[in-house]
């Protein structure tokens, strides 16, 4: 049942990726350096918010986080798909009974958002962005925000394990 539960949970985190983006091909301008001031041409939400603002930006991505390897669109776009065959392939095979399962599947959701855009606008969306204190945070979006709180998810998942290994083996030697 919660399984049930967490892929109709991703279903909306799809479909919410799918219509942002949508929107804001659809209701915003391409962000340009014309405009260097907030809301640098998008939609403000809030200004100098205990030194943080945040607007929407249309910012047509070719590469993959940040705009790395934007000169390899199409290699990332086929590298997508293959992610997506593989983690279907593991999730269907083996993560169902994995603790990786939650964070593997919004990997898997990210991803296809992502590819998803490159197949419809023929490069990535992006729209959330943020400055901190003057320092403007690459502008990203629901995919790339569900990929990196699962990255994030197994790297504590797997500091987890690795600190209940040390203990057990402590443990053991203790008892010798």
Sequence with gaps: MKKTWFLFLCLIFLLGDVFMKYYTVNYIDKMSWAYPFFPYGGIGIFNDFFGINFSLNYVANKGSAFGLFSAYSSFLFYLRIAIVVILTLYLVTYGRKKKV????????????????????????????????????????????SLICIAIIWLLLFSSEKKTKEKDESRNSSDRK
Aim: hydrophobic share 55%.
């Design 101 to 144: 399962f939650f964070p593997l599947m919004l990997i898997l959701t990210g991803a296809i958002g992502n590819i998803f855009d490159t197949f419809i606008y023929g490069h990535v969306v992006d729209m959330f962005h943020f400055t901190f204190f003057e320092y403007s945070y690459p502008v990203f979006n629901i995919a790339d």
